[in-house]
């Protein structure tokens, strides 16, 4: 009886003590790989709801390791300030966006064979659920959020930005493989061999990698997580919007 009462004791301050800052990086980097080939080979349909899914799983193991909502760039002291950020890229971008759509030299980046048989309603679910949801919500949590927060904890900005943007770069892998005959501007650089898929993919994952980073020092500087997220959206559903109205 004295052993089984000592083993639930054991167990009881087992189940208590936090998990390890590497475990919970190695938890959160298989979650990823996962919803990764789910979103891109299983279930892409599902994004919306992996995202959701996803993005609560990857706070609890946040939390698991002791961290807090602002360790993910969720804290309510600067949820003000970070929303301030985001209005404003957002608006940048969508001022970037205008003026490149109206320029006959930047028009033709628009360009996407993806887009040619969507509707309008189509798009309007992408830029206000599938891209705030599927996309930004999942990817910003994870890597500017939880990853970000697990290694900023233990080896400071420098270390926390470089292993979240090296792994948001290979995250782009999977959904860059046809990237260099759906984007038409894209073709001639890059061709329809199979040496051409690798350098699109190689380009892709470094420009997204570098995006990461800008994304990292957003969430740094402004202490929230809003601002990434708004820069993230506009891009995106901006991207999809323009593409959409000029094809």
């Given at each position: ?156 900005a420098v270390w926390a930005t470089a292993v979240s943007s090296v792994l948001f770069g290979v995250w782009h892998v999977l959904p860059s493989l046809g990237l260099a005959t759906d984007k038409p501007a894209l073709t001639p650089l890059f061709g329809r061999s199979a040496f051409g898929v690798v350098a699109a993919v190689v380009a892709a994952v470094l420009f997204t990698g570098a995006a990461g980073v800008l994304f990292c020092e957003l969430r740094r ?27």
């Open positions: 009886m004295d052993r089984k009462g000592t083993g639930s004791a054991d167990d009881t301050d087992r189940a208590a003590r936090p998990m390890g800052t590497g475990a919970a990086v190695g938890v959160t980097v298989a979650v990823l790989a996962v919803a990764n080939v789910v979103n891109n080979r299983w279930a892409p349909s599902f994004g919306v709801l992996t995202g959701v899914v996803v993005s609560a799983l990857l706070l609890g193991v946040l939390f698991r390791a002791g961290g807090g909502w602002a360790d993910a760039g969720l804290g309510a002291a600067t949820l003000r300030s970070g929303a301030l950020w985001a209005v404003v890229l957002v608006g940048l971008v969508a001022a970037g966006y205008a003026t490149a759509a109206l320029l006959p030299v930047t028009r033709g980046l628009f360009a996407d064979e993806r887009y040619g048989g969507l509707t309008g309603g189509q798009v309007a679910l992408r830029v206000l659920v599938t891209v705030p949801v599927g996309t930004v919500l999942l990817e910003e949590v994870a890597f500017r959020g939880v990853l970000y927060g697990l290694v900023l904890r233990v080896r400071g500087r402004s202490g929230s997580l809003l601002a990434p997220m708004g820069l993230h959206w506009a891009v995106n559903a901006f991207g999809y919007l323009v593409g959409f109205l000029l094809r």
